[in-house]
T-cell receptor
């Protein structure tokens, strides 16, 4: 079974700063997917970024990028030039390659607060 | 209109009552999921379904049942609700993306907040 650990229950930064959210995972699989999902106060779950484990290049989506360290089983999310709209819960998630039949395994989340 | 619709959005009920949460999707996806979200615990899988005839238990299925009435509809039932089932419930869908298979992206509904008194 896979586990996903987010060690930062809450973080707070000033607007325009860069912030990094941590995620580690444990698996015996060699190929898998990793995700960051965002949940703003509206409670909608929104996919932020996805990383395929066989790809060495770190995924980026505009201001969002990841630092994927496969050997260390680490998958951190960096948000550059943070904005007030980035305030949300952020969940790290894991899925086995091939479409893990049981969907995603989620971490417990990090509540990110962007201060004006 | 949302592609994945959950009803009701909010519900308050009493211990022992039967509750049904409904989910419908217009995305044409084959896989559907029910997750439960509790503060400090993240999202945990209750049930998942590959198609109408294929339903599987997830991590925390005790006290819940589901029905896949059609490819587009997946309902979650609490036969006799108890207070520790108070939570935010999410329905989600996924689909095979060509040769890549299921790449893990889930498409979520807006959640159903259930309070059991």
């Amino acid at each position: 079974a896979q586990t996903v650990t987010q060690s930062q229950p809450e973080m707070s930064v000033q607007e325009a700063e860069t912030v990094t959210l941590s995620c580690t995972y444990d698996t015996s699989e060699s190929n898998y997917y990793l995700f960051w999902y965002k949940q703003p106060p509206s409670r909608q779950m929104i996919l932020v970024i996805r990383q395929e484990a066989y790809k060495q290049q770190n995924a980026t989506e505009n201001r969002f990028s990841v630092n994927f360290q496969k050997a260390a089983k680490s998958f951190s999310l960096k948000i550059s030039d943070s904005q007030l709209g980035d305030t949300a819960m952020y969940f790290c998630a894991f899925m086995k390659h091939g479409g893990g039949a049981d969907g995603l395994t989620f971490g417990k989340g990090t509540h990110l607060i962007i201060q004006p | 209109d949302a592609d994945v619709t959950q009803t009701p959005r909010n519900r308050i009920t009493k211990t022992g009552k039967r509750i049904m949460l409904e989910c419908s999707q217009t995305k044409g996806h084959d896989r559907m999921y029910w997750y439960r979200q509790d503060p400090g615990l993240g999202l945990r899988l209750i049930y998942y379904s590959f198609d109408v005839k294929d339903i599987n238990k997830g991590e925390i299925s005790d006290g819940y049942s589901v029905s896949r009435q059609a490819q587009a509809k997946f309902s979650l039932s609490l036969e006799s609700a108890i207070p520790n089932q108070t939570a935010l419930y999410f329905c989600a869908t996924s689909v095979r993306q060509g040769l890549r298979g299921y790449t893990g992206e889930l498409f979520f509904g807006e959640g159903s907040r259930l309070t059991v008194l």
